[in-house]
């Protein structure tokens, strides 16, 4: 099955403006492939290079306007896959995209710690930055019809959107495949800093998160369960953040006194890598954790919908110390606010009192699974 990728037709529109296109997520989500893709339709003035190779990273690594113009000769489109693996990348692409005229390059990277940290500043007016998830609901929309969506909607809360799983026909089957991301995969590009313990002690982190979705973390209990201190629980969770496995979400407040403002919840950007964790691939019927599981699912979609749309506003939890609370909050930057509150069951739902008071402009948005297509793919139920 061929699933469409939005970043294709972005990158495609930025080829021949003589710039570094940098294409970030994690590993697994389909960055290679999706070069290939844009590799085959410009195959005649296109070079490939496997950053991994540490044969094509020992010729990158002469950094020399002659070297990159015998290697490059007259192509025009240069793709490096997994670019973080070559040293002093962000020189050796300023000294590319500076000197040789005409040329894309586009780099991929699975870690954003090792390819912003060497390629950020000497890039600075020079490139673009693109994230490519798993699978998105507003991918999907393009190929499916509403019945099929929702015959798949359960599947997506449990088994996640990792492009891989669709070539899988059995549950044993996809769940092996999680199971194996989860193990060999995902913690792979933490795994090379020396400061960091192990993959267990990773592995315990993500668990423990994955038991807290939706709530929020706090990481002296994480570290007194880990044998860690916080300081270094907040490290992981960065690094675990910088290869796009969690990303946080933090209170939102306007000085209101009673809005819970220095906490954080941190969520999964793919339900199967949660469920793998928990070891849980039971079906919706019975979970008691469905809440958190459609409350993740509904703040990935938006976010990929968000971002592939060019639309990037700040993401923030609200919620007051007597409780009152919404799932999401975004602030664009005009400052205007736009609340969404989550749940799988119909229902009505009201913007909390103490919200409406302190915000009585802001959009409120009540999202379950008989409207939520409008928010994660911009199509009406």
Not at 54 to 77: A, C, F, H, M, P
Not at 260 to 265: D, L, M, Q, Y
Request: glycine fraction near 6%.
């Amino acid at each position: 099955m061929i699933i469409p990728r939005i970043l294709e037709k972005t990158l495609d529109r930025q080829l021949g403006k003589q710039k570094v296109l940098m294409l970030y997520g994690s590993r697994q989500v389909g960055k290679t492939t999706l070069i290939q893709h844009i590799a085959a339709k410009h195959k005649n003035e296109m070079l490939f290079l496997q950053g991994e190779d540490l044969q094509v990273s020992r010729i990158l690594q002469e950094r020399t306007i002659s070297n990159y113009q015998r290697l490059i000769g007259v192509k025009k489109l240069i793709l490096i896959d997994e670019a973080q693996a070559v040293p002093d990348i962000g020189k050796i692409l300023k000294l590319m995209v500076d000197n040789i005229k005409e040329i894309t390059i586009i780099a991929t990277g699975s870690s954003s710690f090792d390819l912003i940290a060497s390629a950020g500043e000497p890039l600075v007016g020079r490139q673009l930055v693109y994230q490519l998830y798993p699978i998105a609901q507003t991918e999907l929309a393009e190929i499916e019809d509403f019945l099929t969506t929702a015959s798949n909607l359960e599947q997506r809360l449990i088994y996640g959107s990792y492009p891989e799983l669709w070539q899988f026909p059995t549950t044993e089957e996809k769940e092996a495949y999680l199971k194996s991301l989860v193990n060999s995969y995902l913690l792979k590009d933490i795994l090379m800093f020396e400061s960091v313990k192990g993959a267990d002690v990773l592995y315990r982190l993500l668990k423990l998160l994955a038991f807290q979705v939706g709530s929020t973390v706090n990481t002296v209990e994480l570290g007194n369960s880990l044998m860690l201190s916080k300081n270094t629980v907040e490290r992981y969770l960065d690094l675990l953040g910088k290869v796009f496995i969690i990303y946080p979400l933090s209170g939102y407040s306007n000085n209101l006194r009673k809005e819970v403002s220095k906490s954080k919840k941190w969520f999964f950007f793919d339900n199967g890598i949660r469920n793998a964790l928990i070891n849980n691939f039971s079906p919706i019927e019975g979970r008691n954790d469905i809440g958190q599981l459609w409350e993740e699912y509904i703040l990935s979609e938006r976010m990929k919908f968000n971002n592939y749309r060019g639309y990037q506003p700040q993401y923030y939890f609200w919620r007051t110390y007597d409780q009152q609370e919404l799932d999401l909050i975004e602030v664009n930057n005009r400052q205007e606010i736009t609340a969404f509150e989550c749940k799988w069951k119909e229902g009505k739902m009201k913007t909390p009192i103490a919200f409406k008071k302190a915000y009585p402009d802001a959009v409120f948005n009540g999202i379950t699974q008989f409207n939520y297509l409008q928010f994660i793919s911009g199509k009406s139920t």
